[in-house]
């Protein structure tokens, strides 16, 4: 189905893509559902980027290359940081469907980056349901920072990213950590 002879919406919305080796910055084309709607629909596994400017994560802020439209498999995609939280989509999607949520402010791994921010969960936090229940592949964090483990200086603050939770190493609770003993 082309753009031309689509029934719905779309809109262009810049964004932030970060791989296991490039940082994708353009604009992704969505729906009504944003960027979540967009990035959990399991009938697309590809994904387009428009007006794409790529860096090596190395040298973010080196442009390797310039590009109308960049394609890159979902699966693949470590992390999207949107500049409004409303980019990321309707809120009763993004909360996934709950009313009443809980802020719980996390620490996020994965093999090449941490995601520092809040994520809105209905509830007490469970981690195995986080990370194996529902259809999401990509979770809401947010006012987060994204860090890349081996190159601190490849620093991304964001109102919304969405970490692939299929790339999830490991994840804390800031407000566990051990006070250090005096």
Do not use: W
Request: hydrophobic share 45%; proline share 5%.
């Amino acid at each position: 189905m082309t753009l031309d002879t689509s029934p719905r919406t779309y809109r262009f919305l810049p964004a932030d893509i970060l791989t296991s080796g490039y940082r994708v910055v353009g604009k992704i084309m969505i729906a009504s559902h944003g960027a979540m709607g967009m990035l959990n629909d399991s009938t697309h596994s590809a994904m387009e980027i428009n007006d794409a400017r790529m860096a090596r994560l190395h040298m973010p802020t080196k442009l390797v290359d310039h590009f109308e439209l960049v394609r890159m498999m979902k699966r693949q995609v470590h992390a999207v940081c949107m500049a409004r939280r409303e980019d990321l989509g309707p809120q009763a999607l993004v909360r996934g469907g709950y009313t009443n949520v809980v802020e719980y402010p996390v620490r996020i791994a994965t093999s090449m980056f941490e995601v520092e921010g809040t994520m809105e969960l209905p509830g007490r936090f469970d981690f195995t349901s986080i990370m194996t229940d529902g259809s999401r592949n990509f979770l809401p964090v947010f006012n987060a920072t994204l860090t890349a483990i081996l190159i601190p200086a490849l620093r991304v603050e964001s109102a919304g990213i969405l970490v692939n939770r299929n790339l999830v190493d490991l994840m804390a609770l800031l407000n566990q950590r051990v006070k250090p003993e005096n």
